[in-house]
């Protein structure tokens, strides 16, 4: 069985043309066998795999536009987010659409969906499929499906954001402990902007948004009208130097992938207590079965379980080690 990339399969099969042109890649994961091509842009506007694409010399960019040769869509786990992109895929193609994807990330029911559309070639391959087929127009509908809406709490949001449906339950239990901010306060992990919007009292004189995915902080950027509010696209585990902080508030992911990753949130705290000032302050929701414990141990003089509740721990911190 050839352990080369899923997408490389037509190509190695004789079944597609390597592009002369420009190649599209829609959320490209990583390098993933793109050497192999000639002439490549990846569209990819989460932060830390941007950065890595910016060291391996491949052409990158948040949001890609104009017109390519080959346009190809690598799915993520939000059904309307991947139907958005095989319809802006359609938009920019000159010539054949590929969209890659594991059956975990559902490429079998959106195969289904384009087969309704138009004609289609497939591979299996790898736990998954590549399919292809001549780029085509998508129904209006699909391109609607990745646009900013209003949520049920009345904030911008797209479906692949983080909760955007409604207000995330941890960040709900976190709120009630903002009040009285001060300073200057940082949001690691903003998202759409919910959390640092309960943060921004009459006493803050700064608010910074962090956050890796650039769509999410956009639409922050909607949802937060307020001059003392500043918002910066960044992967929080190598932030850019910052003045320093009189407060650090987050939510901190937990996965990225489907398995719990809780080295993120991990980083997450170390990065809180580099950003702070000796005598600023860290408040930060988890879940409850999530060990945080030692890296707070690790990175602050004192900490507290502040409440434990709905299967959410509120930490606070303080005195940050150097
Ligand atoms: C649990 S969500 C919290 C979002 C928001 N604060 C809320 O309460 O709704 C974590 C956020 O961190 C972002 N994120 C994930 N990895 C990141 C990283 N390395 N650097 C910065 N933000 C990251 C995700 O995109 C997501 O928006």
Request: hydrophobic share 45%.
């Amino acid at each position: 069985m050839s352990h080369s990339p899923r997408f490389l399969a037509p190509f190695e099969q004789g079944l597609l043309d390597v592009p002369k042109g420009n190649l599209l890649v829609i959320r490209a994961p990583d390098a993933m066998g793109l050497s192999d091509f000639p002439n490549v842009t990846v569209e990819q506007s989460f932060a830390p795999v941007f950065n890595r694409f910016e060291n391996t010399g491949i052409d990158v960019t948040p949001r890609a536009e104009g017109r390519f040769a080959m346009v190809m869509v690598n799915l993520t786990r939000s059904r309307p987010e991947n139907l958005c992109n095989i319809a802006r895929a359609c938009e920019m193609s000159d010539g054949v659409v590929l969209v890659n994807g594991a059956k975990t990330d559902g490429i079998e029911s959106l195969l289904k969906q384009v087969r309704k559309e138009t004609t289609v070639e497939v591979i299996s391959k790898a736990h998954g499929k590549v399919f292809w087929f001549d780029a085509t127009p998508m129904p209006e509908a699909w391109l609607e499906a990745g646009k900013l809406a209003e949520n049920q709490a009345g904030y911008l949001t797209a479906p692949g954001m983080f909760s955007h449906e409604k207000i995330d339950s941890g960040s709900a239990l976190l709120a009630p402990y903002l009040g009285g901010l001060k300073g200057r306060v940082a949001d690691l992990g903003a998202g759409w902007g919910w959390l640092a919007a309960q943060a921004i009292g009459p006493e803050v004189e700064e608010l910074v948004l962090f956050e890796a995915e650039q769509k999410a902080l956009d639409a922050a950027r909607q949802n937060l009208d307020d001059p003392r509010v500043q918002f910066v696209w960044a992967d929080v585990l190598s932030l850019p130097k910052t003045p320093p902080f009189d407060a650090v508030i987050s939510n901190p992911p937990f996965h990225q992938g489907r398995a719990a990753e809780p080295e993120l949130g991990v980083g997450f705290i170390q990065a809180a207590a580099k950003i702070l000032k000796p005598k600023g302050r860290f408040l930060m929701v988890a879940n409850r079965q999530l060990p945080y414990e030692h890296a707070l141990d690790a990175a602050f003089r004192k900490w507290e379980i502040l409440a434990q509740t709905g299967g959410f721990k509120i930490f606070g911190a303080s005195l940050p080690k150097r």
